[in-house]
């Protein structure tokens, strides 16, 4: 007889959502066969992976199954362990890897209690003064760069997209499939920017990620860079900045980083043959060297 297993919301949101086809797919093979030929894992009774294949042998329940136990000292450990686990699968939207990666990193930043300071089992805090040192969320960074393939600023930047899109979730359910399957096009600023948008307001931002980008005519972008390499002509090293502050400066720059990608995804839905012309995207890529080897040269600098 089959265990009466537990669902945790939290660790089946984080395992990529199925189409229709696929889990359809699953449940015919899993009908014909009979059983469950893979084991479900779970943690103390709780699922941490297989729960299409538990929904599937609940609606059948001639199909049995059979359960493989983890131990973990923490439920943030268990969130590591699912994160990597799905990171495995071949099937991953761009998106659905840059949320497990943040994912990750968030939850193996809380197992090693940077956020509450504390550190033991689901049941049990430690004073982190009464345990060894915690790691450097700079080697843990790294550690998560090196085994996804990544480098430590997407693992940044991946963690902050996370949390905007979990953020989306809780005020608009839902979204976070239409978000990580690619079908709403919303850059990564801004799904990230909805995790610090104010409470009162942010349901009514999360609902404008909906809203379809519209096409700016080629004359408006023409201008638009016209106006990018006037703004790099005039920011001449002989000339000092404006007195600010490094908040604002940020906020310059992330709206810099945000125009610059709003152009590129322009001039790529107008010129398509830019991306689908093998010859065309390897220049595209070539250009794009220019400021990823920017980008390798600040983290360089921050180690």
């Known amino acids: 007889m089959n265990a009466v297993l537990k669902i945790d919301p939290e660790f089946e949101s984080i395992c990529p959502v199925l189409t229709n086809d696929e889990y359809a797919q699953l449940e015919e093979n899993i009908l014909s066969e009979g059983l469950i030929l893979t084991p479900l894992v779970v943690w103390d009774g709780t699922i941490i992976d297989g729960h299409n294949r538990y929904k599937i042998a609940q609606a059948h329940p001639g199909i049995e199954f059979r359960t493989h136990e ?3 000292e923490s439920r943030y450990e268990a969130l ?3 994160c990597k686990n799905q990171l495995g699968r071949r099937n991953l939207t761009p998106q659905d890897k840059k949320y497990l990666v943040g994912k990750r ?3 193996e930043k809380k197992a090693n209690g940077a ?3 504390f550190r033991g089992n689901q049941h049990t805090k430690l ?3 009464q345990i060894d040192p915690l790691p450097d969320p700079h080697v843990t960074r790294q550690r998560i760069a090196d085994e996804s393939g990544t480098s430590p600023g997407y693992v940044q930047r991946a963690e902050r997209y996370a949390k905007g899109v979990d953020a989306a979730e809780e005020v608009l359910p839902g979204i976070r499939k239409e978000i990580l399957s690619g079908s709403l096009k919303a850059t990564d ?3 990230a920017a909805i995790a610090k948008t104010p409470p009162e307001i942010r349901r009514q ?3 404008e990620l909906r809203i379809p980008k519209e096409k700016a005519p080629r004359k408006a972008v023409r201008e638009e860079l016209q106006a990018i390499r006037k703004i790099a002509a005039d920011m001449r090293p002989d000339v000092p900045p404006a007195p600010t502050s490094e908040d604002s400066i940020l906020e ?3 709206g810099a980083v945000t125009d610059m990608i709003r152009v590129c995804n322009t001039l790529f839905s107008d010129f398509p043959r830019l991306l689908a012309d093998s010859a065309y995207k390897t220049k595209v890529i070539e250009i794009m060297q220019e400021p990823k080897q920017y980008i390798l040269e600040l983290e360089g600098e921050r180690k």
């Open 70 to 72: 983890k131990h973990f």
């Open 189 to 191: 600023p801004e799904v």
């Open 205 to 207: 931002k999360t609902e």
């Open 115 to 117: 956020v509450d300071g």
């Open 127 to 129: 004073v982190v003064d």
């Open 80 to 82: 590591s362990w699912i």
């Open 105 to 107: 990193y968030e939850a």
């Open 252 to 254: 310059t720059l992330h």
